[in-house]
């Protein structure tokens, strides 16, 4: 099967081609870049590894030729921040971008039987954009949402705890930014609950949440941006779509009414297998947990009136979003309210 990569030539989109190149799954990989020479280069050195890795043929192209005959298509494109650029300019000219390339992808045929995977940010507003827009079903539609903050969750508490990392499961729900939520009360090791591990503390919980939320930014910091974790993250989503393993992962998706939600993407446990979006589920959680992923689904509403007032080229208010119902941590992380910093970094 196909998977397309827009963006493909960027940090993010092409270590997402590589992580799926090693995961033998995808028949044939396609980078997409706005710089064709780059495209071209990230798919050649793929390429080159073929003979030691899998049958698949790893190819550069354009979004008018390999769009319509893609069984998944994943976007990855994305601009980075100004000096001095607000918060809600970025996300303005990250939604212009990503809806041209919408308009570009539509134009080009896009099947209704393909699955649209988005990664650029702000992933929870672009993925609401694109359910309206793309003309697919909205269980076609899935954002990269908590997917990659999950992972960074659970590896960093298996480092803590000098445990398995694939032991230990948390769930991260909500927003793929600062109002995003930690689900401590189903948190587990083993099967066994969390919070009677030996060495678990509620403080090593809250810095240990807080080394998941900065995780962006400390990429940017060491290396320009995040890159193995996030392809490893994208290649998850892509093959539980392409073998229809009907994973249950923290992905954004339209919701339906579970904890109270609708008329929103966001994060919630959700089965993907073929079709998409299967099932979303209702994982039971704290009602102190319940009213902040509320808030975190009111924060998104917020920044989404912002977005399409603009687009309706209506005048904006200049109101800050809701506060997270959050932590002294997350009070004083507020500068980064929507979403990993440096939009290719995550």
Known sequence: MKVSIIGGGGLVGSMAAYALHLGKVASHICIL???QQVAEGVALDILQGTSL??????????????????????????LRRK?????????????????DLLAQVKAAGLKPTTNLVVVSNPVDILTHLAVEKSGLD?????????????????????????????????LLLGEHGDSMVPIWSSATVAGLPLATWPGYSPAMEREVFEETKTAGATMIK???????????????????????SRKILPVSTLQQGLYGIRDICLSVATVIGC????????????????VAL???????KDILAQVR??????????????????????????????????WQGR
């Open 33 to 35: 870049d706005a710089n």
């Open 53 to 78: 890795v899998a049958d698949q043929r790893v190819t550069a192209g354009t979004i008018s030729k390999d769009i319509p005959d893609s069984h998944t298509v994943v976007i990855t494109a994305g």
């Open 83 to 99: 000096p001095e650029e607000s918060r809600l300019d970025l996300i303005n000219r990250n939604v212009d971008l990503f809806l």
């Open 138 to 170: 909205w269980r076609r539609v899935i954002g990269l949402g908590t997917q990659l903050d999950t992972a960074r969750l659970n590896s960093h508490l298996a480092r803590r705890l000098n445990l398995p990392a694939t032991q230990v499961k948390a």
């Open 222 to 244: 060491l290396k320009g941006g995040s890159g193995f974790a996030v392809g490893v993250s994208i290649r998850e989503v892509v093959e539980s779509l392409l073998l229809d």
């Open 275 to 290: 079709g998409g979006a299967r099932e979303q589920i209702e994982v039971p959680i704290s009602p102190r947990e319940l």
């Open 294 to 300: 509320q808030n975190s689904a009111k924060v998104l």
């Open 309 to 342: 007032a603009r687009l309706a080229g209506k005048p904006v208010a200049a109101t800050p979003p809701a506060q997270p119902a959050a932590s002294p941590a997350q009070a004083a992380a507020a500068e980064r309210s929507v979403p990993r910093q440096a």
